[in-house]
Protein backbone atom coordinates (compact mmCIF):
# COMPACT_ATOMS: atom_id res chain seq x y z
CA UNK A 1 0.00 0.00 0.00
CA UNK A 2 1.50 3.57 -1.36
CA UNK A 3 1.60 5.53 1.89
CA UNK A 4 1.02 9.39 1.59
CA UNK A 5 2.61 10.72 5.03
CA UNK A 6 3.47 14.43 3.71
CA UNK A 7 6.15 14.87 6.16
CA UNK A 8 8.02 12.04 4.05
CA UNK A 9 7.70 13.82 1.19
CA UNK A 10 11.26 16.03 1.70
CA UNK A 11 12.82 13.02 2.34
CA UNK A 12 11.37 11.43 -0.64
CA UNK A 13 12.64 14.14 -2.83
CA UNK A 14 16.02 14.46 -1.38
CA UNK A 15 17.08 10.86 -0.33
CA UNK A 16 20.57 10.82 -2.03
CA UNK A 17 21.35 6.99 -3.20
CA UNK A 18 24.63 5.15 -1.75
CA UNK A 19 25.15 3.10 -4.87
CA UNK A 20 28.35 2.89 -6.93
CA UNK A 21 26.45 4.09 -9.98
CA UNK A 22 25.68 7.91 -8.42
CA UNK A 23 29.47 7.98 -7.57
CA UNK A 24 30.16 7.47 -11.11
CA UNK A 25 27.55 9.34 -13.04
CA UNK A 26 28.38 12.59 -10.71
CA UNK A 27 31.83 12.87 -11.51
CA UNK A 28 30.89 12.03 -15.60
CA UNK A 29 28.10 14.82 -14.56
CA UNK A 30 30.59 17.54 -13.68
CA UNK A 31 33.06 16.78 -16.60
CA UNK A 32 30.39 17.32 -19.13
CA UNK A 33 30.16 20.58 -16.97
CA UNK A 34 33.28 21.97 -17.57
CA UNK A 35 32.92 20.70 -21.13
CA UNK A 36 30.17 22.96 -21.61
CA UNK A 37 31.25 25.94 -20.20
CA UNK A 38 34.55 25.40 -22.17
CA UNK A 39 32.40 25.78 -25.10
CA UNK A 40 30.59 28.06 -24.17
CA UNK A 41 33.76 30.28 -23.46
CA UNK A 42 34.46 29.70 -27.48
CA UNK A 43 31.33 31.17 -29.21
CA UNK A 44 30.74 34.31 -27.38
CA UNK A 45 33.46 36.01 -29.28
CA UNK A 46 32.47 34.59 -32.35
CA UNK A 47 28.93 35.56 -32.10
CA UNK A 48 28.69 38.93 -30.36
CA UNK A 49 32.49 40.13 -32.20
CA UNK A 50 30.00 42.00 -34.79
CA UNK A 51 27.21 43.30 -32.44
CA UNK A 52 29.58 44.63 -29.24
CA UNK A 53 32.67 45.16 -30.64
CA UNK A 54 35.53 45.30 -28.25
CA UNK A 55 33.22 45.35 -25.43
CA UNK A 56 32.83 41.29 -26.11
CA UNK A 57 36.40 40.83 -24.43
CA UNK A 58 35.51 42.29 -20.90
CA UNK A 59 31.78 40.74 -21.69
CA UNK A 60 33.65 37.26 -22.07
CA UNK A 61 35.84 37.41 -19.07
CA UNK A 62 33.18 37.77 -17.00
CA UNK A 63 31.26 35.05 -18.00
CA UNK A 64 34.14 32.90 -17.61
CA UNK A 65 34.89 34.13 -14.27
CA UNK A 66 31.57 33.38 -12.83
CA UNK A 67 31.32 30.09 -14.69
CA UNK A 68 34.93 29.34 -13.28
CA UNK A 69 34.03 30.32 -9.91
CA UNK A 70 30.56 27.84 -10.02
CA UNK A 71 32.96 25.16 -11.15
CA UNK A 72 35.42 25.75 -8.41
CA UNK A 73 32.25 25.56 -5.99
CA UNK A 74 30.90 22.39 -7.71
CA UNK A 75 34.05 20.23 -7.14
CA UNK A 76 34.62 21.67 -3.68
CA UNK A 77 31.05 20.32 -3.10
CA UNK A 78 31.56 17.04 -5.38
CA UNK A 79 34.45 16.24 -2.76
CA UNK A 80 31.67 16.93 0.42
CA UNK A 81 29.56 14.53 -0.82
CA UNK A 82 32.00 11.96 -1.96
CA UNK A 83 33.08 12.24 1.68
CA UNK A 84 30.03 11.80 3.04
CA UNK A 85 29.44 8.70 0.70
CA UNK A 86 32.88 7.24 0.97
CA UNK A 87 33.52 7.92 4.84
CA UNK A 88 37.74 7.95 4.57
CA UNK A 89 38.27 8.67 0.82
CA UNK A 90 40.08 12.14 -0.05
Not at 1 to 8: A, F, Q
Amino acid sequence: MISYNTKDWLTVLFRFHKADTIRKLFSLIQSLMGFAIFIYILTPPIGYVFDLGCLVIPAVAFVFYVLASLELIAEIIRIHITEILIPGHA
